[in-house]
């Protein structure tokens, strides 16, 4: 799971959760972008009520818990960083699930893939990394 889509491939993504790194770097983005933490300390990974739940699920809770304290997403960029698979054809799916899970436009959703060249665990295939940044705001009364 990437983004919120199933992208077949013949390795997965390991974790305590799905292990989609492009909710959980999501998630971290709007904790940190209100000043609440990480995805850690409100999804710590020794809890059973969040193993094996899905990174759609913890955005939407992210969502929920800073929506009680006013804040909402205005727009989010993400930076997937793999040698594989090609994320090209999920591009729009992933956009369009982090949209509906956040409550924003599509347009409002950036996704860039880039790869590492070769270079360390990730160029070599056995680890992937996902980079986001959160606008948010207040919401007016």
Same mark, same amino acid.
Request: glycine residues 14%; negative net charge; charged residues 20%.
């Given at each position: 799971?990437?983004?919120?889509?199933?992208? /077949?491939?013949?390795?997965?993504?390991?974790?305590?959760?799905?292990?989609?790194?492009?909710?959980?770097?999501?998630?971290?983005?709007?904790?940190?972008?209100?000043?609440?933490?990480?995805?850690?300390?409100?999804?710590?990974?020794?809890?059973?009520?969040?193993?094996?739940?899905?990174?759609?699920?913890?955005?939407?809770?992210?969502?929920?818990?800073?929506?009680?304290?006013?804040?909402? /997403?205005?727009?989010?960029?993400?930076?997937?960083?793999?040698?594989?698979?090609?994320?090209?054809?999920?591009?729009?799916?992933?956009?369009?699930?982090?949209?509906?899970?956040?409550?924003? /436009?599509?347009?409002?959703?950036?996704?860039?893939?880039?790869?590492?060249?070769?270079?360390?665990?990730?160029?070599?295939?056995?680890?992937?990394?996902?980079?986001?940044?959160?606008?948010?705001?207040?919401?007016?009364?």
């Amino acid at each position: 799971m990437l983004g919120g889509v199933h992208i /077949p491939y013949s390795w997965g993504l390991s974790g305590h959760s799905d292990g989609d790194a492009v909710m959980h770097a999501i998630a971290d983005a709007l904790l940190g972008a209100a000043g609440k933490g990480d995805i850690g300390a409100m999804f710590p990974p020794g809890d059973r009520r969040y193993a094996g739940i899905t990174g759609r699920a913890l955005l939407a809770q992210v969502r929920t818990a800073l929506a009680t304290e006013g804040w909402m /997403p205005v727009n989010i960029d993400v930076t997937i960083i793999a040698e594989a698979p090609q994320l090209g054809p999920y591009r729009n799916a992933m956009r369009n699930a982090i949209a509906q899970t956040l409550e924003i /436009p599509p347009d409002a959703v950036g996704i860039k893939a880039k790869t590492n060249e070769g270079l360390d665990a990730i160029g070599r295939g056995e680890a992937i990394a996902a980079h986001a940044v959160a606008l948010i705001k207040f919401a007016d009364g």
